[in-house]
């Protein structure tokens, strides 16, 4: 927790933050293994095409008289404008009574995939009332999220479900997720996974999502990082590769490893990532060309060395790490913003090339994450970031890293070409 959220929920620090009018950022609950996720009590309402389906994913559902830690809305039986009257009935009393840290999850149909001009003005409405109730219960680490689940995807939306209602998504919030028809996953023990840039921050957290997972990780990143890389991979059982993958057959030497090693690739997860923040108008060719080939550059050649042989097989995962930059852009981060959002073409394209071979491409795109790229901010910069959110607070590695294992999992093979911000609900381009 930054000192401002530590001081702000000291019992001295409250009434100060309440005297002056602050904001007190809420303490966040997070997973740990072993606890019931998602955890009840749910309330389950609406009507549609997943209702049913989701009450028996859940086990526990209210009891009289308690108050819900999550809220689920099948809206997929709005067919038009008035009938979203229905879905506000049965929110609004819900959100009065939501649990702190509560999760508030809207399930509808893709507004492309409507029978009707007035069923996609009613779907595609869902999103602004999800983004403002993810506002409105970020103060008290509440979330909201959208779920489109598209007709014939209604088995492929488990595990979309229970992240979005678990405390593995603390950190995501205002987010509209879409979930495509899926083929029931080909089970096989113990996939392969890859993350670059793994010695630290958000890759080191990623590696020990995958294993408790059951992924056999390979740990990437530079060889002047080796001894972190080492001292990573050991922890979960994984192998480290030392490598720097913009060296000249970066890509080749991955992918020669791998199948010497294992055969085969099930999770490559593209996290290495640098700045070097300069206003274009002072940035030099060296400064662009860095972030460029780290950032982008690697990161496609690496999926094009991987996608041309055998390496991936049917229910294969790439996930790639952009940023909210990349969205919204960022003052000084010319370089750093393409590059970002050069990641998220990246998976655009992929995703529906890849579908003929159950393999899906996903990008997480994190907000203001506290890791040593954002500790080496000027600190009115770092204050501004860490704030302009829901939750009024940055967030961990572990919020990315989950975010990634839950795109990872077997059963998100009807989750592909998403774009998933992990920002806390980040005023930044939003
Ligand atoms: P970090 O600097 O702590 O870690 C990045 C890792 O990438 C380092 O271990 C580094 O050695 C490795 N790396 C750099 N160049 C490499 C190369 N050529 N070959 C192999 N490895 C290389 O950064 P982080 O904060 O953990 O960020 C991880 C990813 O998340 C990056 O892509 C970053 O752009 C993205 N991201 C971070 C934030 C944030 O707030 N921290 C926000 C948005 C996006």
């Known amino acids: 927790m930054d000192r401002y959220s530590s001081f702000a929920n000291s ?18 609950r997070r997973y740990t293994q072993g606890e019931p996720d998602p955890e009840g009590p749910f309330l ?8 049913f389906r989701v009450i028996p994913l859940l086990a526990g559902t209210q009891k009289e008289g308690e108050r819900p830690r999550a809220v689920v809305c099948d809206a997929t039986g709005v067919t038009d404008p008035a009938g979203l009257a229905a879905v506000y009935s049965f929110v609004q009393p819900a959100v009065r009574d939501l649990l702190p840290n509560g999760r508030v999850l809207v399930l509808g149909t893709p507004p492309a995939r409507c029978g009707s001009p007035a069923e996609a003005a009613a779907q595609q409405a869902l999103e ?14 509440g979330t909201a999220n959208l779920a489109y689940v598209a007709p ?31 083929p029931a996953e080909p089970a096989h023990g113990g996939p392969v996974a890859v993350v670059t840039g793994a010695a630290r921050g958000i890759g080191l957290a990623i590696v020990g999502v995958l294993a408790r997972a059951g992924a056999r990780v390979v740990a990437v990143d530079l060889p002047s990082a080796g001894a972190e890389l080492a001292a990573v991979a050991n922890d979960v059982r994984g192998a480290s590769l030392q ?36 206003t274009l108008a002072k940035m030099s060719p060296q400064e662009w060309d860095a972030v460029l080939r780290v950032n982008l550059a690697a990161p496609a ?20 790490v952009s940023s909210v930059s990349g969205i919204a852009g960022n003052r000084g981060q010319a370089n750093y913003a393409a590059s970002k959002a050069g990641l998220i073409g990246l998976v ?4 529906p090339t890849l579908a003929n071979r159950g393999v899906t491409a996903n990008a997480v795109a994190p907000g203001f994450i506290e890791t040593d790229m954002t500790a080496r901010m000027p600190m009115t910069i770092r204050e501004a970031g860490r704030r302009l959110n829901s939750v009024t607070q940055g967030g961990r590695p572990i ?3 989950e975010t990634v294992g839950w795109l990872a999992e077997p059963g998100s093979g009807g989750v592909t070409g998403n774009v998933v911000r992990v920002c806390g609900q980040s005023l930044l381009g939003a």
Do not use: W
Not at 348 to 351: K, N
């Open 11 to 28: 019992r001295a620090g409250r009434l100060v933050v309440r005297g002056v009018g602050l904001p007190r950022p809420p303490v966040l």
């Open 152 to 182: 014939g995807a209604e088995n492929a939306a488990e595990s979309t479900v229970r992240f979005l209602l678990s405390t593995r998504s603390a950190f995501v919030s205002g987010q509209v997720v879409a979930v495509e028809p899926a």
């Open 301 to 320: 050649a690496v999926t094009e060395a991987v996608l041309a042989g055998p390496l991936m097989p049917a229910g294969g995962r790439i996930v790639c």
């Open 44 to 51: 389950i309402g609406g009507s549609g095409r997943l209702a």
């Open 243 to 278: 490598l720097d993958l913009t060296a000249e057959r970066a890509p080749q030497r991955l992918v020669r490893y791998l199948t010497d090693r294992y055969g085969r690739l099930d999770v490559l997860v593209h996290n290495a990532g640098i700045t070097r923040d300069r």
């Open 128 to 141: 602004g009332f999800v983004r403002s109730v993810g506002k409105e219960i970020g103060r008290r680490g």
């Open 399 to 401: 919020d990315v890293a």
């Open 348 to 351: 655009r394209s992929l995703a």
